[in-house]
Each structure stands twice: as structure tokens, then as C-alpha cells.
């Protein structure tokens, strides 16, 4: 069974960091695009970043790009999203999930985690 686990959530003053990690299990990281997604209360789920495990290639939503990084451990089965210059708007819950192509559009994602909550303080 292919299973996501999220962690590394909290809450941070504005201008913090946090690194949230996606464990994966029952699935390798090959020829899959792994996304991270949130969702704030009334808001539909947004794409935040997403990773390429074939090529590398990474992809951003335009609110986080230049402050979010994605990366992966395959050795590890994770992958890590790096969040630095945090904003009060940024608080959400994060999942992660994985996709047959590389894309942003939350719909053709599947597998999603339980998520883990990140509050951002003003």
C-alpha cells in the first residue's frame, strides 16, 4: 500500500523557516512527480512546489517561488520542502501526494497524506 506521511509543521514567527518532510512508503521515487500542496480554511487546495524524480526538475507556485525549496532523499524515500521567509498567508495545512507526470493541477495527484499544520504568526 502507498502511503504518505507529512511532518515537520509547528508554529513560526513570520520571517521564520520551517522544513516539512513526505515520507513515502510502499513506493519508490522513479519516474514520478511528487507534489506539495496546502489548503487554508474556505480555500481551494493550492500547488506550492513540485518535484520531478526522473529529471530533477523542480516547479513552483508563483506566491512561494523564491522562498520554497523542494528536494528529495531517494536513498531515504523522502522528500523535504524547505519553506524560508514565511509569511502570515502561508499558513495552511501541507500535503503531499504523487502524480504519473509532472504538474501542479491537485486533481491528477494521488496517495495524499494526512498533512501537517503550519501556522505562521505576525
Known amino acids: 500500500e502507498v502511503q504518505f506521511v507529512e511532518s515537520g509543521g509547528g508554529l513560526v514567527q513570520a520571517g521564520g523557516s520551517l522544513r516539512l518532510s513526505c515520507a513515502a512508503s510502499?513506493?519508490?521515487?522513479?519516474?514520478?512527480?511528487i507534489g506539495w500542496f496546502r489548503q487554508a480554511p474556505g480555500k481551494e487546495r493550492e500547488g506550492v512546489a513540485c518535484?520531478?524524480?526522473?529529471?530533477?526538475?523542480?516547479y513552483y507556485g508563483d506566491s512561494v517561488n523564491g522562498r520554497f525549496t523542494i528536494s528529495s532523499d531517494n536513498a531515504k524515500n523522502t522528500v523535504y520542502l524547505q519553506m524560508n521567509s514565511l509569511k502570515p498567508e502561508d499558513t495552511a495545512v501541507y500535503y503531499c501526494?504523487?502524480?504519473?507526470?509532472?504538474?501542479?493541477?491537485?486533481?491528477?495527484?494521488?496517495?495524499w497524506g494526512q498533512g501537517t499544520q503550519v501556522t505562521v504568526s505576525s
Open positions: 518535484l520531478s524524480s526522473s529529471d530533477q526538475n523542480t
Open positions: 501526494a504523487v502524480a504519473p507526470r509532472t504538474t501542479m493541477k491537485f486533481w491528477e495527484y494521488d496517495n
Open positions: 510502499g513506493f519508490t521515487f522513479d519516474d514520478y512527480a
